[in-house]
């Protein structure tokens, strides 16, 4: 007994000290920081087990919880702003005053590929949905990316809408649009590839294309609808996580969760619905700009936004009122033997293909949840959901009508109907955490 | 140990103090100053002096006992994640919803739970299957667990026949005796080994607009060979030393049967993410045969008992509510007429009830005899968006002629609960189940009903 009280003493300690050598090891200035991959299901099983399961012996926290004495993110100064510069996020809408034409420039030109035919260069290996990766006429590369079958307009809406939203909302993003476009539109390029199941890659050929294509479903005129995501500048060293610091990134100084940016964004995700805010769902960029390279943080792939679900179909009803794994649900549902009858089990479902599933009604500002625990969004406090209800409460009505428009829905009842659950759960974030709504609120700032 | 601990404690407690000692906040960058325009900034990001530490020094200590605890926790954290991450880049584990557009000539290869059955232990199956002509495929599966159990199946298929073959090794197999009121403290184990040859038609009639249920009928032949031998659990009796009689008959001994049979099957069974109503009914008929010489695996192989067998199943289930809280009645008869050679029916021909076979608060295999009735209650209900429990309970027994010794005082119970993980639909389940005779745990990955 006593041996093995003896070694599990001293691999806390070795842990300890292991933890701290990381955190004080000091990176190297302008050197590009080591590419990394991390697993979604990973990532799923740890948010969802693992880390939750950690988190109920974390009795610091639970402390502060209990005492009302959280702790607050690291990197705001007296008047509760988040400190610039940051390579995280960038003050606009909310704190500065952003027009809607400047938002639909958003990230970049505004502009998707060039007029011509697009070349293929690879199929696209990532992500939920079908798609590949071209070059347009000007050779500026594109990943594009389709809709489910089932759901037309639905993914690509939400990508596009998703990333004028977030964009105005200050955080990096890629430039999305919405194209159209015909199989003779395509061409192969000379060394394009995909990766098979088990990682080797093989040349594209027609037959590939045609295949691929035949999983989209065309529209009447036989053209097919996409989203073009723009690639973005510098190159990819994998995703940032939603907590701990990047330790080969000399400026990553403060852990993600302490960060005013991450944890306010729980607010923003609410309201657009990003239940899908996991650490595969982001990008760090190695970019050389303004005469010196670093790291830029980028939120990737909107397209399980809104009424969209990773899973290549709706979202489900129960999407911001339970995690996958939710242990508040189990202890209500267990002991009632199911009986328990959840709030978002009375929801309307709208019953239209491009929107999937959201609603407004039933929106619970004071606690929406993404699918699986976000270690940032977790460690939020009261001012870092108002700061993200600050940026929120900037965007008018038109802001969102245009952001709605840019995606290009065929029925004008889609269009209308988001619209109008936005600006309601807009309305809903601003009153619970702000008390008010009102267009003063920017020129107030 | 306590100079460990004050010295783990001490460390904790100072050197984080240090860590943590930061710089006067730098002079921030109003919003204005920060950037002239919307772009992104380039200039050097604000940061303190030295790194934030993820928890003070005070943290550090009181957290030290919970990270001691968590120590388990954190090991398994490192296992799982290079496992997943390897599945995940090596396509193992689908990182898509959408399977990639294959073409005609590429082999596909899969791998999955071994589907053994109970008592096969952990073990994964690979799978490989080409499309040889149009409309016809060719499928190789190897199957094999930690308890030596293994199975090879080599499948043509190509609509509406199938020709397969396969070959089977069950080393463990639980076996308590024949018949209904056995003692579990004859505990014994047998292996086995068959082979089979099955050519098979099915036809097919789905679901449309004026019949909501899926009809299917159809009709095999087949050349099985079997041979039962001595039991390679370690720690168990092998069966012929509990039951030298049973054993003698049989043990060693090849036998071959030309199997032949139909069955028909009407199944309205849906829902969403677990089947929430609707009946399945599927009855078949089944004669094992002397073999023929031309088809015979191993000519000259003697028959061993020639039998039919009668299988009569049932399924039927409402639910209610928008996240479906589903009740389930099952209901399974097999009766089983043995014509000539009945002192040389094989164990592993007889019905058997226990584990996953029905009755899972029993062992695996408890119950053999001719013939056998079996019925379960579930009511599935969902605790949370991916995961269900289901809560059920089971009545059953073997018999030597189930319409006449079956009763409703001398089925046995069984009853117990799991929780499943649902995706699109139930894909994993564990639980734990109770009989008279002690509780058992299971699980089940791949395919959960």
Redesign the interface.
Known sequence: M?PA??S??????L???V??SQ??APAKKDAKPESR??????DL??QSV?RP??RA????RL?RKITGHP?ES??V?EQD?V??????W???IG??E?TVE?MLKGPGSGQGPAPGPWTVTK?KS?????GFQIEDSKGDGFIIKFD?PKFPEMATGADVIGSYLFWAAGY?VPENTIEWFRRQDLKIGKDAT?S????RKHPI?D??LN??L??VAPRPDGSYRCVASRYLDGKPIGPFLY???RKDDP?D???H??RRELRGMWTVAAWVNHADARAPNTLDMWVT????S?V?HYLIDFGSILGSS????RR????GF??????G??VR??PT???Y??KW?NVVDPEMPAVGFIESKNFDPEDWRP?FPNPAFDERTVRDARWGAWIVSGFTDDHIRAAVAAAHYTNASVAGYLTRVLIERRDKLVQRWLGTRGPTLITSR | MKLVLIVSIAWSLIVPSARATQAAPAPTQTPEEASESLAPSTAPPWNPESPVPARRAWEQVVNFPGRVLSLPLIGVARLVEPVLTYGEASGLVPTTMEARPHTNSRARWAVSAPHLGGRAGFGGAVEVRQRVVQGTELGVRYAATTREYTGTFVRLTGRPLGLVYGSTWRPMEGFYGVGPATPSSGHTNYASSAQFVRLEATTEKPPDANFNARTAVAGWVETRYQVLRTGREPNVPSWELEFPELASRVLDRDVEHLVYGVSILNDSRAGEPHWGHGTRLMGSFERHDAPLPGLALHVGTPAGAQFNRYTLEGETGTSFGRNPRTLRLLARVVDQSIGSGADQMLITDLSTLGGTTGLAGFHQGRFYDTDLVHVKASYIFPVSRRLEMDVHSEWGSVYPDVWRDAKLTNLHNSYGVSLRAVFLSPFAAVGVNFSREGARVSYTFGRVE
Do not use: C
Not at chain 1, 126 to 130: F, N, P, Q, T
Not at chain 1, 322 to 327: A, P
């Open positions: 006593r009280m003896i599990i003493a001293a691999l806390g300690l842990t300890s000290v933890g701290v955190a004080a991959s991390i697993s979604g299901a990973y099983v740890h693992f399961a950690a012996f974390d009795v610091p402390g702790r690291a990197n100064d702003h400190r610039l510069p940051s390579t995280w960038q003050p606009r704190f500065r952003v400047q199929a990532a992500g939920v949905s079908a489910p990096n995909y098979d199941s088990r990682g050929t037959d590939y295949a691929l035949a999983r907590s701990g610091r400026e100084m403060i852990p969760e302490l700009d303004g005469g010196r670093f830029r990773a899973l290549s179909r489900d009803y129960a999407t339970e995690y996958y794994i939710d242990y649900a189990m549902m267990v033997l199911g009986l009858k959840p089990e699918d």
